[in-house]
């Protein structure tokens, strides 16, 4: 829920305990239209990070791209003018909210492949509890294809981060991290949030909370866009491998634990400090 366009505390607590929320009617219809123009422009002129994440024999198709905002208009406008940035900083606690990046998710109808469940923060390059993540369909999306969401588990450390396709442990050896609970062979055991969604409506959730979603069956499609947000502990990360998305170069320019101060990662918002 908005209040005088800040999200309220009941959805702020909700985010800090559940590690996600949903705020409905973020975004105006024009501001939505403005997202599904940014996709389609997108979506005919991909970037370089562009790459199909469903199998070849899928009978859908399920595409991503990623850090967009400086080509694409559309994207830059929401990012710097809509109120997400405004709704993460009260959700995160934060003074200042960077904008991580953007990203696209489009599954086209019949789409089989699934999003297998996993936390964000571990194929990221950035350290800090202070960050979110805001996803926005311009299309319905309903119960069963919407992201699911594990309650709590942000609380923890990391869980084992695998290839999405092949489930390769590739960036750390067997049985070093702890495994991503099988929450689809006893989805009872375990407390999940999800909501289905309309244009207009966004989800926010903290790096760390694990997360899935299924296909889109039937003859609809499920085109998302995703902002990703810093707040005031975020520090730089080099990693031993490759991230998504991957900064290349970064680590030339911003050493290991120095504060995300770079134009890649521009300031949206900085919050007015209280009069003393």
């Known amino acids: ?29 024009q501001e939505v239209e403005t997202v599904r123009r940014g996709i389609e422009r997108n979506l005919s002129d991909p970037g370089p ?17 990623f850090c967009n905002w400086q080509r694409i208009e ?17 959700l995160m606690g934060s ?35 202070e960050n979110c993540s805001m996803w926005m369909p311009v299309d319905p999306v309903p119960v069963e294809s ?13 869980l084992m981060p695998r290839t999405f396709l092949t489930e ?15 929450v689809e062979a006893d989805r009872g055991a375990y407390e999940i949030r999800a909501w289905a969604l ?4 966004a989800v926010f959730f903290h790096m760390l909370t694990a997360h899935h979603a299924y296909g889109v069956p039937g003859a609809h499609r499920r085109r998302a866009f995703s902002l990703r947000f810093l707040g005031d502990d975020a520090t730089h990360a080099p990693r031993m491998w490759r991230t998504s998305p991957p ?26 400090a209280e009069p003393t």
């Open 49 to 65: 990070l562009f790459g199909v994440a469903s199998r070849d024999d899928d009978p859908g198709r399920f595409v991503e791209d």
């Open 1 to 29: 829920m908005l209040e005088a366009g800040v999200v309220d505390d009941e959805t702020v607590s909700q985010f800090r305990v559940d590690g996600c929320t949903v705020v409905r009617g973020l975004f105006t219809p």
């Open 146 to 158: 919407t992201l699911e969401f594990l309650a709590g588990s942000h609380l923890g450390g990391w």
């Open 168 to 182: 390769q442990a590739r960036w750390f050896p067997e049985g070093t991290l702890a495994e991503i609970p099988d």
């Open 74 to 90: 559309e994207f830059r406008d929401i990012a710097f003018r809509s109120r997400a940035a405004d709704v993460a900083g009260a």
């Open 247 to 272: 900064f290349e170069g970064l680590d030339a320019e911003l050493p290991a634990g120095a504060p995300m101060d770079h134009p890649l990662f521009p300031v949206l918002r900085v919050r007015p």
């Open 198 to 201: 309309e244009p207009g409506d």
């Open 95 to 129: 003074s200042v909210v960077r904008l991580f990046h953007d990203h696209l998710l489009v599954k086209e109808p019949g789409t089989r492949q699934p999003t297998p469940w996993h936390q964000d923060q571990p194929y990221y390059n950035v350290e800090g509890s």
